[in-house]
């Protein structure tokens, strides 16, 4: 191996799609056909709903994001900062989560500031 042009020994090693060179050594991966590359896909879609109905303020510490959980619909977790809250008005410097559940046309919520 140690005679061999690194561009060819890139080359066998990625062949099969398990092992890639990357900024300066070699790397497993997850093929595309692996059923494991479906989870992280899966994984990887809901952390982008997440993101995506985030509101944040880029100047200062206040943020909201929720999501339900995934076999709960009408349930799930909501955290807030700095003056964003789903009900009512977070202090500065201090976090609200908040759990919720709207099932059966039922409104429970719990929160905890930290």
Known sequence: ?????KELVHIILEYDGRIKYRQGEYINIIHPADQRYTNLVQ????KQRIIKNTNANNTSDEFYFEFEFEKEKEMGLCFASGGFSACRYTERHKIEICYFNFKNNNVEQHRIYI
């Open 43 to 46: 994984i990887i879609e809901k």
């Open 1 to 5: 191996m140690h005679t061999l042009p």
